[in-house]
Every structure is written in C-alpha cells, then in structure tokens.
C-alpha cells in the first residue's frame, strides 16, 4: 500500500522537474553550447506540473474513447508547454526552439530509459 498524500505529490513534482531541467541543461548545451544552467532549472517544473496533472486526470477523462489517445494527450500538452517555457526561458524564436525540445524530449527519453533499467522502477 501506498500514500498519495500532499508530501508524495510534492516529493514526485521535484524529482520530476529536477530530471527534466537536467535533461534539458543536457539538450540545451549539446544544441546551442554554453549556456547557464539556470535557464534549464526554470524551465524544468513546467513540464514536470503539466506532466503529472494530465496523466493523473487528463489520460481518464479523454481515457473512455481509447487509453492510448489519452496519452497522445498528455505527451503533446507536455511538448507545449515545454516549447513555450524554452522560448521564454532561452529567448530564442520557435524554429530552434522545435528543435529544442525534440532534442530535450530525446534527451530525456533516453535518460528515462536507462535509469530504468538501472533502478528498476518497472
């Protein structure tokens, strides 16, 4: 059994906007070169609050039409808003700020994926 209190929400929302400012300094450096780490830690709770809001609410209620549209959902409203925040954050136009965020997204999927592996969360 396990708690969903006030303090598990909190907890998961800095873990979460944690890896993805880090995924993100990652992405940013790679793409665009030295750049302050700061910028990545603004944009980071962005993604990480819209994240976990729509896949705790969003995916059930566009859920009851396909399981799978619900998470399209959720996957592009977090690429929004991510794209938005890397705008505003690096002040930078949207033709590289696509591409920024398809690089984050890359970035963190394969992050994701091996930390995965290594802790074995699934």
Do not use: K
Not at 5 to 23: D, N, Q, W
Not at 55 to 80: D, H, K, N, Q
Not at 96 to 111: E, G, I, K, M, Q
């Amino acid at each position: 059994m396990t708690g969903g209190g006030l303090f598990a929400l909190l907890v998961t929302l800095v873990l979460t906007s944690l890896f993805y400012a880090v995924t993100l300094h990652l992405a940013a450096t790679f793409f665009i070169g030295d750049v302050p780490s700061q910028r990545a830690a603004y944009v980071g709770p962005v993604p990480a609050v819209v994240s976990i809001l729509l896949g705790r609410y969003g995916v059930e209620s566009i859920g009851f039409v396909s399981p799978g549209l619900g998470i399209v959902v959720v996957l592009l409203a977090t690429l929004v808003a991510d794209a938005i925040a890397i705008s505003v954050s690096y002040r930078i136009s949207w033709r590289p700020t696509a591409l920024l965020t398809v690089l984050h997204l890359a970035f963190a999927a394969v992050l994701g994926f091996a930390l995965n592996n290594v802790l074995g969360f699934f």
